[in-house]
Structures are given as structure tokens and as C-alpha cells.
């Protein structure tokens, strides 16, 4: 009869409240919501000074986006769970080190050379074994980057290889 019990207990699902992905979840909506109200305190630049967005509307638009991906991400969880891992897959360390190559490439050589190495190399990482799209991730990436700062945003890139091609013509 004990052993019946025993069973029935160890069958039984633990609230959502103590699962890992809900842990995760509620610790990055957490901190995203702390930091999403205290852009609500940043100085409102005027029209004269202000190129492109005033500054305090893009941290407030990146941390709702934040936000709203990791509820979908927790939602998905929840369809399918996590698989348990005994460790980290070698890709994962292969990104890791690709942003510190990412840090020394946009500081000395250019940040687009950088964005497009990066791209290419975590696309390949993770599977991605065709020539034909690393090479338009590489090219298509960092154009959408730099559209988005440079005529949304307003803002100037730092001087590099590729940049200072742009610039001078």
C-alpha cells in the first residue's frame, strides 16, 4: 500500500511556481519590468537637440520586446518542456568566444567587418552548412543594422574599414 502511495505522490507535477522555466521567466520579466519604469524617469531631449528618436524610447521598445519574447518563449515551454541537459552543447561555448572576438574586431578593425564575421561564424555554429546563406546573413544583417541606427535612430557608427567608405562618399 506504501508503495502505491509513493508512486501516486512521485507522479504528482510540482506547481508551475517551482519549475525552472518559470523561474528563468519571472527572473527576466523581473528585472526587464525594473528597468522598463526607470526609463520612465529619463530627460526628454527637445526637437533642436533630438536626431532621430528622443533616447528614452528605445530602451522602453527593446525591454517590452524583451518582455514579450520570453512570454512566448515560457508559453512555448510549457507546450513542449525543456529537456533536461547533463551539459552545455559545444556551440554554446563557440558563441561565447565569438563575442569576445566580436568586442576586439569592432574595436580595431570595423563594427560591420565584426557583425558580419559574427553572423556568419554563430550561423555555421549552429548548424547552418550552406555557403550561399551565411553569405547573405553576412550581407543582410548588418545592412538592417545599420539602417535601423543610422535613419531610425540618427546615430553615427564609430570610424572603421567599411564605415569610413560610407562616410567619405
Known amino acids: 500500500m506504501k508503495n502505491v502511495q509513493k508512486s501516486k505522490r512521485a507522479n504528482k507535477s510540482l506547481p508551475f511556481f517551482f519549475k525552472d522555466e518559470f523561474k528563468v521567466s519571472f527572473v527576466i520579466?523581473?528585472?526587464?519590468?525594473?528597468?522598463?519604469?526607470s526609463t520612465f524617469s529619463f530627460d526628454i531631449v527637445p526637437?533642436?537637440?533630438?536626431r532621430g528618436i528622443q533616447p528614452a524610447t528605445f530602451p522602453k521598445a527593446l525591454l517590452v520586446l524583451i518582455i514579450s519574447l520570453t512570454l512566448l518563449i515560457y508559453y512555448l515551454s510549457i507546450k513542449k518542456p525543456w529537456k533536461i541537459e547533463k551539459?552545455?552543447?559545444k556551440p554554446f561555448f563557440l558563441t561565447l568566444m565569438?563575442?569576445?572576438?566580436?568586442?576586439i574586431i569592432s574595436k580595431t578593425l570595423d563594427f560591420f567587418l565584426a557583425?558580419?564575421?559574427?553572423?556568419?561564424?554563430?550561423s555555421y555554429c549552429w548548424g547552418e552548412k550552406r555557403i550561399f546563406y551565411l553569405l547573405l546573413v553576412s550581407i543582410?544583417?548588418?545592412?538592417?543594422v545599420f539602417i535601423f541606427f543610422e535613419t531610425i535612430l540618427g546615430l553615427r557608427f564609430p570610424p572603421g574599414i567599411i564605415t569610413n567608405i560610407y562616410y567619405q562618399v
Do not use: E, Q
Open 47 to 50: 526637437p533642436i537637440l533630438n
Open 140 to 144: 543582410i544583417f548588418p545592412i538592417i
Open 29 to 37: 520579466i523581473f528585472i526587464s519590468t525594473v528597468l522598463l519604469i
Open 98 to 103: 565569438s563575442f569576445l572576438i566580436f568586442i
Open 87 to 89: 551539459k552545455l552543447p
Open 115 to 122: 557583425i558580419s564575421l559574427l553572423s556568419i561564424f554563430v
